[in-house]
């Protein structure tokens, strides 16, 4: 058993933070499924952009779709859903065996509605519609106006995973979302059973950003603690998801059958080449949790991980961390908050070169 086969074994859920059509064509999901245990697949802009910049099977596709689709959003997902359907249809044994409580597959609603939330409800309505697999979830982005549509989709009966979190009060909005969203649901009788999100908390742009505000205070007790925030921020965050989800809160909704709100660690690739590559992996290990990897990343847990259950170790020493970075000024809650907004701009931006890309 390779390691991160050991790592889904301690209840963790790995999900690849990749699709491309030559990751399906070539058998290399397929592989990633059987051999590293992988249960789930995560898409965004810059996924896309990547992908059709790289792989060699779009070509014909594009050339028909030039001639046929003068729209280029309209051409860009003619060619990213038959992938996504795909890779739901790898996925599906794995959410058949799991109950549905896995084997899914993100796809992301336009960043451009970021901050329109009956626009991202009907968007995510669409996007179900035409990839129409159980065991999709519609990426909608954890702004207010995202938090908004995620309850009333999740009323709706569809499926989201909650992008682009970077704070704990970001985490915690969207659990208290849910289960609103559940409880309207089961208000109306319709079946909960198979109602599935996720909240994925990025890790390593907090550490970007927090680290260079430590260098800019440049004391050495503030230097100590690089690397430290993203890490420590994600131990409170799993023990505000055991609060909620194992607690009063959901107990109702348990009992009808719902499954909790899981939490996603995203940008689990280290940005700081002289951090540890596994950083934002190892630490984090722990029941009713997933991990997005990217490739390399994957590769490393494969090549030198060392699982263990650890998410719940030193909550102490990370509170201790947090209280210091507070101390020093630092503000994570308004950290948060800068890198949701630039997050959207980001993939708003990696969006528009995708579209440049099918023109």
């Given at each position: 058993m390779n390691a991160a086969r050991q790592v889904t074994a301690l209840g963790q859920s790995l999900w690849l933070d990749n699709l491309s059509r030559s990751l399906i064509r070539e058998g290399t999901l397929a592989r990633m499924i059987a051999e590293d245990g992988i249960s789930g697949v995560t898409s965004n802009p810059s996924i896309f952009q990547n992908a059709l910049a790289t792989s060699p099977y779009y070509a014909d596709d594009l050339a028909r779709l030039k001639a046929e689709q003068p729209d280029l959003e309209r051409r860009y997902e003619a060619l990213a859903i038959p992938d996504v359907q795909a890779a739901c249809d790898l996925l599906d044994p794995v959410y058949e065996a799991s109950g549905g409580n896995d084997g899914y597959v993100s796809l992301e609603v336009a960043p451009r509605w970021a901050h329109d939330a009956p626009k991202t409800v009907a968007e995510a309505q669409r996007l179900a519609a035409l990839v129409n697999r159980r065991n999709l979830l519609v990426k909608v982005p954890g702004t207010h106006e995202g938090v908004s549509a995620f309850e009333a989709l999740t009323t709706l009966g569809v499926n989201v995973n909650v992008t682009l979190l970077f704070s704990v009060a970001q985490v915690q909005a969207v659990f208290d979302a849910y289960?609103?969203?559940?409880?309207?649901?089961?208000?109306?009788?319709?079946?909960?059973?198979?109602?599935?999100?996720?909240?994925?908390?990025?890790?390593?742009?907090?550490?970007?950003?927090?680290?260079?505000?430590?260098?800019?205070?440049?004391?050495?007790?503030?230097?100590?603690?690089?690397?430290?925030?993203?890490?420590?921020?994600?131990?409170?965050?799993?023990?505000?998801?055991?609060?909620?989800?194992?607690?009063?809160?959901?107990?109702?909704?348990?009992?009808?059958?719902?499954?909790?709100?899981?939490?996603?660690?995203?940008?689990?690739?280290?940005?700081?080449?002289?951090?540890?590559?596994?950083?934002?992996?190892?630490?984090?290990?722990?029941?009713?949790?997933?991990?997005?990897?990217?490739?390399?990343?994957?590769?490393?847990?494969?090549?030198?991980?060392?699982?263990?259950?650890?998410?719940?170790?030193?909550?102490?020493?990370?509170?201790?961390?947090?209280?210091?970075?507070?101390?020093?000024?630092?503000?994570?809650?308004?950290?948060?908050?800068?890198?949701?907004?630039?997050?959207?701009?980001?993939?708003?931006?990696?969006?528009?070169?995708?579209?440049?890309?099918?023109?």
């Open positions: 289960l609103r969203g559940l409880a309207a649901r089961a208000r109306t009788g319709a079946d909960t059973r198979r109602s599935k999100a996720v909240a994925s908390l990025f890790l390593s742009r907090v550490d970007t950003l927090v680290d260079k505000q430590l260098g800019e205070i440049g004391t050495q007790e503030a230097l100590s603690l690089r690397g430290k925030a993203a890490v420590a921020m994600a131990k409170r965050a799993y023990q505000a998801y055991w609060n909620t989800f194992h607690g009063d809160a959901f107990a109702g909704l348990a009992q009808q059958g719902a499954a909790p709100q899981y939490l996603l660690w995203a940008s689990t690739g280290v940005k700081n080449p002289d951090y540890h590559d596994l950083l934002y992996v190892e630490p984090l290990i722990g029941p009713e949790t997933i991990n997005t990897l990217p490739d390399k990343t994957l590769a490393a847990l494969r090549a030198h991980g060392r699982p263990a259950v650890r998410v719940t170790d030193g909550l102490d020493e990370a509170e201790m961390q947090l209280a210091e970075l507070a101390r020093l000024g630092i503000d994570l809650e308004l950290v948060g908050h800068r890198l949701q907004e630039d997050g959207v701009a980001l993939f708003e931006a990696s969006y528009q070169k995708l579209l440049a890309q099918t023109a």
